[in-house]
């Protein structure tokens, strides 16, 4: 089993619906919660980084972490072409010695269609 | 503005040969990482360092070797291509303590042939 489930898709949507994208992890020592954004021949940017759980919001971003479940998603609301992107969700793991190593989901190929 | 910077964007090689990749930050951070992506396999962390001359082992660390001499540099190296080393090459960094927010490079196209 994989440490940070992410169903690939890909995922088309109409221009202005609301996107759900959805993750789930198996290690509940994981502490920190981020999505990362990549656009085609790009390296991933960071978008949203969340510790608790509840939702973080930012602009038409909503980060959600539900840690009872090990759950977490990101919403994004009036969608726009421009969010045609892979959205791929991480965890991070502080080992022992303070060194901190990400965990990746296999990452959402998303398609707005205008 | 904060960059990441990567040698090549596009390597072809031949099977055997030594490959290096070479990794630039100027953001001053301790930690730097490799990771090789994949389609289906998402983002595999290959090797980190969060320090000059420390290096940690990840995920899929085999026929793969690092050097970090100097803390802005970060360096691959493939001993010996193979072609199941095809792949997408992303070297990032972040400020120790902050390994949530990675800094990307634009990625490094390696064809072996």
């Known amino acids: 089993q994989k440490e940070v489930e992410q169903d690939p898709g890909p995922l088309s949507v109409p221009e202005g619906a609301i996107v759900s994208l959805n993750c789930t992890y198996s290690?509940?020592?994981?502490?920190?919660f981020m999505w990362y954004r990549q656009y085609s021949r790009k390296g991933p940017e960071l978008l949203m980084y969340?510790?608790?759980?509840g939702n973080k919001e930012d602009g038409r971003f909503t980060a959600q972490v539900d840690k009872s479940s090990k759950y977490i998603s990101l919403f994004i609301r009036d969608s726009q072409p421009s969010d045609s992107a892979t959205y791929l969700c991480a965890t991070i793991l502080i080992s022992n010695f303070g060194n901190e190593k990400l965990t990746f989901g296999t990452g959402t190929r998303l398609t707005i269609i205008p | 503005d904060v960059k990441v910077t990567q040698s090549s964007r596009y390597l072809v090689k031949r099977t055997g040969e030594k490959v290096f990749l070479e990794c630039v930050q100027d953001?001053?951070?301790?930690?730097m990482f490799w990771y090789r992506q994949d389609p289906g396999l998402g983002l595999r962390l290959i090797y980190f360092s969060y320090d000059v001359k420390m290096k940690e082992k990840g995920d899929i660390p085999e026929g793969y070797s690092v050097s970090r001499e100097k803390k802005e540099r970060f360096s691959l190296i493939l001993e010996s291509a193979s072609t199941n080393q095809t792949s997408m090459y992303l070297c990032?960094?972040?400020?120790?303590?902050?390994?949530?927010?990675?800094?990307f490079g634009p990625g490094t196209r390696l064809t072996v042939t």
């Open positions: 953001m001053d951070h301790e930690n």
């Open positions: 990032a960094s972040s400020y120790r303590g902050q390994g949530g927010e990675q800094y």
């Open positions: 290690n509940s020592a994981f502490q920190y």
């Open positions: 969340t510790y608790s759980s």
